[in-house]
């Protein structure tokens, strides 16, 4: 069996799992008035309704953070757009688009498990990871995703299908389906081309840019974020989940020309290499340089990360990012509200993670606040 086909068959078994989990609207007669299964149908229409009345967000980025987020603003509203960046290099994703030349998969595949009606049986499946043969290091969400792709010609389109194959509460969009590659001049006058080199001397990064620069967002990003209530950036990897889909011009500029708020949520940490000793001011700066001004909010954990963790990530260099006075101030004169919470969260007994449904709740007050303002503004 040919690759192709090994990875086919692959997907098509994957996604005819994945169908099979979904659920399936009944044809049997109408449940009688008052039994438990009419309860719940009353009680899932009333959330669904609730849902479909959230506010519009879009939510740009693209690694654990983006997804961590979705996971749990997807309690709050089903009108959810995230804009992922397809800049990635590393693991199944690099591999893939190494040898397919698809765009990477795997941030997006991330973002459609965080959006699911039910994320850990999706979790489980979508997430499998092959040990051995021609498919060692692949995860099957992104078997799946290149069959798909395959099979329709078109990324988009296949991002589309498995929107709609797993009923999620939102949707998911690729920012471009051109390639484009990040490329970066560093202090020292060094340039450097791709996303691994980039997230290993961000830190010391001058200026970034993407090549081609005539590359184009997909339509679908500038009319969700047209449309929006509120703009999120981040939490994720500043130079290579969050700015990436910010040094397209067009996104940019519709982010920029938008009235309403845009959110930046910080880091719980420095990541080791990409943004060694930056503080949150730093990462804001950089954001402030591409949009060309600072947001109207800052998100920042004010909680201790427990000693334990501290000491497992400061071994390998990433330090929590707290703001200092000095900061508050700075943010203070430029009109950045700065909203500090409880966000973190251990998960499975080894990650830091935001406490997803803290934030989602910090910015559904972001975003009902702004509402009931411009009307009554």
């Excluded at 309704?49 to 603003?73: D, E, K, M, N």
């Excluded at 997006?108 to 979508?126: H, K, P, T």
């Excluded at 006058?189 to 840019?209: C, Q, V």
Aim: with cysteine; hydrophobic share 40%.
């Amino acid at each position: 069996m040919t690759n192709f086909a090994v990875i086919l068959a692959a997907g098509f078994l994957a996604g005819c799992v994945v169908s099979a989990l979904l659920p399936i609207t009944s044809r049997n007669k109408p449940a009688s008035k008052g039994s438990p299964s009419r309860r719940r149908d009353v009680m899932s229409s009333a959330i669904e309704h609730r849902l479909l009345q959230g506010p519009q967000f879009v939510c740009i980025g693209g690694g654990t953070g983006l997804s961590t987020l979705l996971a749990g603003l997807k309690g709050f509203s089903r009108n959810i757009t995230a804009v992922v960046a397809v800049t990635d290099e590393g693991g199944s994703s690099g591999r893939l688009r190494q040898e397919w030349g698809v765009l990477p998969p795997g941030d997006i595949r991330n973002c459609l498990v965080a959006l699911a009606e039910d994320d850990n049986s999706l979790n489980r499946i979508l997430n499998f990871r092959f040990d051995r043969g021609e498919l060692e290091g692949h995860n099957l969400g992104n078997l799946i995703l290149l069959a798909a792709s395959e099979l329709t010609g078109d990324f988009n389109k296949a991002v589309e299908e498995l929107n709609r194959l797993l009923a999620i509460r939102g949707r998911v969009l690729p920012v471009t389906t051109e390639t484009i590659i990040l490329n970066g001049e560093t202090e020292d006058g060094e340039f450097i081309k791709g996303e691994l080199d980039i997230s290993s001397n961000g830190s010391k990064m001058k200026r970034m840019w993407l090549e081609p620069a005539s590359a184009k967002p997909l339509l679908e990003v500038i009319r969700a974020i047209n449309s929006a209530d509120l703009i999120v950036l981040g939490p994720g990897s500043l130079f290579t989940s969050i700015l990436p889909n910010m040094l397209l011009e067009d996104v940019t500029r519709a982010i920029r020309n938008s009235e309403i708020p845009k959110v930046y949520v910080a880091n719980l940490m420095t990541q080791t290499k990409e943004t060694e000793r930056m503080s949150i001011t730093s990462h804001l700066d950089w954001i402030a340089s591409v949009l060309g001004d600072i947001p109207d909010y800052i998100v920042v954990n004010h909680t201790p990360i427990p000693d334990d963790y501290l000491l497992r990530y400061r071994e390998k260099g990433a330090e929590p990012l707290y703001l200092s006075r000095e900061e508050e101030r700075y943010l203070e004169r430029n009109d950045c509200a700065i909203v500090s919470a409880d966000l973190v969260n251990i998960q499975d007994g080894k990650y830091l993670r935001h406490h997803s449904k803290n934030l989602a709740e910090i910015l559904m007050r972001i975003a009902r606040d702004y509402s009931e303002n411009d009307k009554h503004g």
